[in-house]
Every structure is written in C-alpha cells, then in structure tokens.
C-alpha cells in the first residue's frame, strides 16, 4: 500500500516540525507544511494530498476561510479536512461539524498518539 500523504497548515514552525516527526515517523506518512493559508492552498492544489490537517487560528487567512476556498475549488473540495484547534467551546464545535470536515483534533495533542488519531479522523489503515 502506498503511503498516505498529508498536507499539514499551520502558522507555528515547531508545531509544523513536530506534526511532520509524528507522522513520518510514527505513522509512516508522508508529509508536506505549508506557513500560512494561502500557502497550504497552492500546495493543496498542486500536490493533492490523501488529507489536510488544518490549524483553524492563524494570521491574515484563518483556518475556516481556508477551509472554505478548499471546499469551493473543484480540485480540492474532494481532500478531507481535519481542524487542528484549541477552540473546545461548544459553539466552536458546532461551528466546525456545519463546517463539512472530517473530524477535530484539539490541541495540545499527544505526539505519540497522533498518528493513530490521523489515521483514525481519516479512516486510514496505518
């Protein structure tokens, strides 16, 4: 089975660095980071990852708007999307389920335990 690739967005390097490690290492995935939103578009675009973990808060484009030109371009509106966020308050979750993603992972995360969270958000066999 080909491994599955990954597209991590998030505006935080070591929280970019630590997800790559988590996954590549623990998971087997391949994985590609973008800073920012627009730049997480671009290479969703062009690379077409099996999935997107998404950081919902971020400067100038936020997760949610991300998440909305994701889903109004005909290229990626198939890629399943999972929020990575810190926002746990009932109508932060409200708004993520009418938002059409795969599923929520909240942060902090358990490094160890990612990969087996990925894996399960997205219905993946690690």
């Known amino acids: 089975m080909t491994a599955k690739r990954v597209l991590v967005i998030d505006d935080e390097a070591v929280i970019l660095e630590v997800i790559q490690g988590c996954l590549e290492e623990l998971g087997g995935m391949g ?13 969703a675009q062009t690379a077409l990852p099996d999935g997107i ?5 971020m400067p100038g484009m936020d997760g ?28 932060d979750r409200a708004k993520f ?5 795969a599923g929520v992972i909240l942060k902090p995360f358990d490094p160890i335990a990612l990969a087996d969270q990925v894996a399960a958000v997205f219905e993946w066999t690690l």
């Open 31 to 43: 994985v590609l980071t973008a800073a920012s939103g627009v730049e997480g578009l671009q290479v």
């Open 53 to 57: 973990l998404l950081d919902v808060s």
């Open 64 to 91: 949610l708007e991300v998440l909305r030109q994701l889903q109004a371009n005909a290229v990626t509106r198939s890629i399943p999307v999972v929020l990575l966020t810190a926002r746990v308050q009932p109508e």
């Open 97 to 101: 389920a009418q938002a059409g993603v």
